[in-house]
């Protein structure tokens, strides 16, 4: 048994005792020292030291010697376990005196021996400062070595953790990470949130650097949420900077301000100017990548006036290398793209004479490749792949997957120019493989978009040089090589959801799921309240938009973790990749033809997949595609426009896209599956007209059409759930209530009004009552049988009913309201419905909601407006409604491009619907549809091509 085991055990013994009875002083000591124990064990570290000191005021004034002797070496420990070592070291050797000289040579040697061990820790922080790293190793080790011994397991706590930094110094990340995951279980079982905090924000930025971001995301988001609880403000600050660069790294450029804007906040209240200097310098390189990323000259800008007062207040010259290597390396990537490339070459030089007099090799590779980019800028290629040569060594050598990918793209850039096209290939794939072997391990959707956002670049070049190399020997092996590279560039976080979505989640429910939602939803509708306050000024209103938007991602991150697959069962997402034959032989039939379209900025690319063979054409470039679809994709949406209009520009594009029908190689095909790209997802290809021997005809005179994102989620989506048997076969929920003048009459109209406000950014929507959304929800349900349909209208068409529903019971699901679209907060977006809560839902289901609910529908409708589009992100697609419900485990979607007319929809959807329990197909019930309305007064585009299939074809 250890001594202050032993000394705290004596304590308790005494509470029932006859030395205590009547003993005021003495009673009083013992209540006071119980509580100060309470205290310290549920970690309340402050209030537990200040329950000491009164303790042995207590014990000093009625001369209880022992006690205070006691006292003083509890709050010896308590000092410890605060950081205050100066006066943990002073308490323990006065404390070892007092037992000295009262003849308890066993509790004075416990303290000689907790000196030493103090004495131990300082030691080894000014060695590892000094940099004598393993002597500063082995006086930790001695220190940890002792605390063991006193059975004290604070004591290893902090060695552990000071240890650890000694070993991130030294560029130990395993030895920095197992110092770290043994003092996160220390610590949680100790109940010290500070020293939590500090371990789970060191793994956090371990296992940033090991670039696993789902991990590093959720150990820091942990961290924060410990730190804040504990009150330790100056890791609190480092944790906001660690997030600040995490997504940095993922592309979350908002999010990543918001965290660093937070740090520098907090350490401006702190007084930290060191810490100030370092948030300016991060906050630069946002504004940095942010600036490459958008070719902004204003971000640039923005980056380098942060960069340059970050120098100000470090109070060097701006090419001064002590001013820090990374802030004299991002001030020169900023000249760099500015033009001024010589200049930027004298901060690239200083920053590297910087890493090479501390060792720093990750940094060195990345310098290197940055001096690279400059000469590659001037097209000085032989300097430029001498710098990208040593750069790539470092990064393989040392296996840095970041400078990897960067010296690869380089070299396969600088190969391209110089026409050196088998080496340029070859640079560019391994550019890829190490880029994918990063992305593979992201787990959640959010962080995969993110981080692959700026990564196209060397897919587009690898592709364009293959398909150079075909066009110049065609070969089918060249062309299953470009068709693979497509696939592996487009809609990987989307082909991931969906794979996590077709898991049974039977147990999925979870009370701490939904206590955390509810408690975010709270936090939402109170910050959303606050928002619509009319006497906001402009700093407060920013402010608490931030808070809003954080608490926004913050519940979208919780709903999904809790719906991703456990790493382990997924597999290497390159093995998800469909290959030519998994098309041919599992997603197309002999009537079936699937176009994959790939957009570039010098050109584009469609790849032909039939049952038996395969084409590819080269198409215009990005800007071109778009500037030609731009105004027709305005006038197909609008009804006052002449037909005659809209004939000449759909036979025009209709040549560009679709080069090869018209001939006679495809006689037998009449079902078309799109892959579209970029703007290519707000095209409704039905109404493009090809030629015919008849004259032109609209392509849905003689095809099915539908959509998805890749080939690869195309065939996921035909694999989920085939031999369901469901309960019911349609949920029919729609006809909301829409009062205009409900706003002042109760609470929920309120929340409603105020989450409206929110919503719409300040724009003004009018949600207007649909007449015929209701007659459209109870036309549809009066074609199934009544025993296998519930139809919900009305008042009782609300957010609580459809998030209480078991809509895994339901085949088809068919939702008629309004629809929301922010195209700039995409997880905005909403469904718009009855207003009226008992549950403190506002009325409005929106993206990020709709992330949480489970289905297993074979077909989700969405008969609102607007639902198939989006914020374009690029490979992924519209981050829009209709792709949220695919991650709620659905099959496939009907969705609109653009505000419908409520009359027409209603025809429409009545013989969709007969069409369907006809036994057609969804997308054949889908072009039947809309030939009818095409034969009809209702001929224009705009009524009936606004719907489009997305997901699996041949869902019935």
Known sequence: MNLLAFLLIGVLSFQNGPLLTGNKDRQQFLQVSLRASALRSRGEYEKAAAALQEAKSIAEQANLDHSQRQCLMRMALLRWDLGSMAEAEALFYEAMLAFQNAGDMRASEFCAKCVKLTRLYDEGKKDRDAKYYFRSLERFQEA???GRDTG?????????????????EMGRLDSFLACNVQGLKISSEIHHDIEKGRCLNNIGITYHRQNEFAQAAEYLENALSTIRTAGDRPSEAECLSNLGLLYRDLGNYDRALYFLDSALALDKDLADCGSISTDLENIGSVFLRRGLDSRSRQDLLAGLAALQECVSIRGRSRADASAGFTVLNNIGIIYNELGEHRESRTFFHNALRAVERRDFVPEKGQILSNIAASYLYESRFDEAIRHFRESYDIGVANSLENVVIESCFGLGKCYELTHARSAAIDFYQRSISALENVRDRLSSELLTIGFSRNKLAAYQSLIGLLTAAYQ???????LEQIFGFVERAKARAFLQRIQDADIDRTEWSSFHLKERQQRLTQNIAELTERLSRQDLHEGERMLIQRELEHEEDEYLRVTLGFKEQ???GRGRAAERICSRQDVQSRILDDRTILLEYFMGEARSYLILVAKEGMELFVLGGKAELENSLRAYLKIISERSTEDAAIRGASERIGRELLPFLGGAQYPGASSLIIIPDGVLHY???????????????????????????????????????????WKKDLLAFGGPLYDPGIAQKDDAALRQGAALRRLGNGQAFDFHPLPYSQQEVREVAS?????????????????????????QDYRIIHLACHGLLDENRPLRSALVLSIGSEHGNDGFLEMREIYGLLTAADLIVLSACRTARGLLEHAEGPMGIARSFFFTGARSVLASLWSINDKPAVVFMRQFYRNLLAGRTAKEALRLAKLMLLQSSWSHPYYWASFVLIGDPGAE
Not at 153 to 158: M, N, Q, T
């Open 683 to 725: 095209l409704p290809f039905e109404t493009l007209r090809i030629d015919h021997e008849d004259g032109p005809r609209y392509l849905i005179e003689d095809y099915t059409v539908s959509y998805g994102p890749s080939a690869s989620s195309i065939l996921a989506l035909h694999s989920m759930h085939r031999n369901r048997i």
């Open 152 to 168: 004290i397991p604070d004591f290893e706590l902090k060695c552990l953790r000071q240890q650890s930094l000694t070993y991130w």
């Open 566 to 568: 456990p790493q382990e």
């Open 472 to 478: 110049n020997q065609p070969s089918p092996e060249l």
């Open 144 to 146: 940890i070595a002792l």
């Open 783 to 807: 074609l199934f049988s009544r025993e296998k349909v519930d139809v919900l209208v009305g008042k009782a068409a609300s957010e609580d009913a459809i998030k209480a529903l078991p809509l």
